[in-house]
């Protein structure tokens, strides 16, 4: 039974779903949803708090971050009435997910030593794309409270699997400005107030909120702010 006061800490959240056998933690395109029971969910953005808290407990989880966004809906929306954890996790396994704390299934990982582990692994999934971010002008990944974006070419790639993108990114030498550190209302001023980084294009010669700067003014202004900020030195900008 759900109390009518959960608690809003991922510790006691996920408690109440492993005292379900139904309990289970989803990571998708969208954020997270941790089943508690048949009928009751909790969802939001900040996947990987909750999801290392689920691996450290022992609560099963499947990671579909990995899988395709059209793939994912169909997924979805193929999910039979009352599907157990078990038989969800075999029909995600099956497009790409990973899983954890599923031991009879094979490949599954599981317990508090994986989860630096299943950052290695699902870092590889980004080298492609972070080699290229890396080969453009401007090129850089940014990491907000809701996700991350990595910005390459003429394009861009978001998701909310920052971990494993910012341990690529370190990795490939490129540029990353993580703003999680900062004060939100400060961040979300200066998001709103400073020029956008200028991304296979020319900076503009005198930038407002609307124009385009370069990447490593953009990331002084963060870094002043409180952002972390990594790489930029190293990075090669004409």
């Known amino acids: 039974m759900i109390p009518d006061h959960v608690e809003p800490t991922p510790a006691?959240?996920?408690?109440?779903?492993?005292?379900?056998?139904?309990?289970?933690?989803?990571?998708?395109?969208?954020?997270?949803?941790?089943?508690?029971?048949?009928?009751?969910?909790?969802?939001?953005?900040?996947?990987?708090?909750?999801?290392?808290?689920?691996?450290?407990?022992g609560l099963a989880v499947v990671d579909a971050r990995r899988v395709p966004e059209f793939v994912q809906i169909d997924l979805a929306f193929a999910a039979p009435r009352d599907e157990t954890p078990h038989a969800k996790a075999v029909r995600y396994a099956a497009a790409g997910a990973r899983?954890?704390?599923?031991p009879d299934i094979h490949g599954s990982y599981g317990g508090s030593r994986d989860y630096a582990r299943m950052s290695q692994d699902r870092a590889k999934d980004y080298a492609g794309i972070v080699e290229k971010a890396r080969a453009t002008r401007g090129g850089h990944l940014w990491i907000g409270p809701y996700g991350s974006t990595l910005y390459y070419?003429?394009?861009?790639?978001?998701?909310?699997?920052?971990?494993?993108?910012?341990?690529?990114?370190?990795?490939?030498?490129?540029?990353?400005?993580?703003?999680?550190?900062?004060?939100?209302?400060?961040?979300?001023?200066?998001?709103?107030?400073?020029?956008?980084?200028?991304?296979?294009?020319?900076?503009?010669?005198?930038?407002?909120?609307?124009?385009?700067?370069?990447l490593r003014a953009v990331a002084d202004l963060?870094?002043?702010?409180?952002?972390?900020?990594?790489?930029?030195?190293?990075?090669?900008?004409?």
């Open 12 to 57: 006691a959240d996920i408690a109440l779903a492993l005292s379900d056998p139904h309990g289970h933690l989803f990571l998708g395109m969208a954020g997270y949803v941790l089943h508690i029971g048949k009928r009751h969910t909790l969802t939001g953005y900040d996947a990987e708090e909750v999801f290392g808290e689920a691996l450290t407990r």
């Open 99 to 102: 899983l954890a704390n599923l």
């Open 153 to 214: 070419g003429d394009a861009r790639h978001s998701g909310f699997d920052p971990e494993a993108i910012k341990i690529a990114a370190l990795a490939g030498g490129l540029p990353v400005i993580d703003t999680r550190s900062m004060d939100p209302a400060t961040a979300c001023r200066l998001v709103c107030s400073a020029p956008q980084v200028a991304v296979n294009r020319d900076p503009d010669p005198n930038p407002d909120c609307l124009g385009y700067a370069s």
């Open 222 to 238: 963060f870094r002043r702010a409180g952002a972390e900020v990594l790489n930029i030195d190293l990075a090669e900008e004409v």
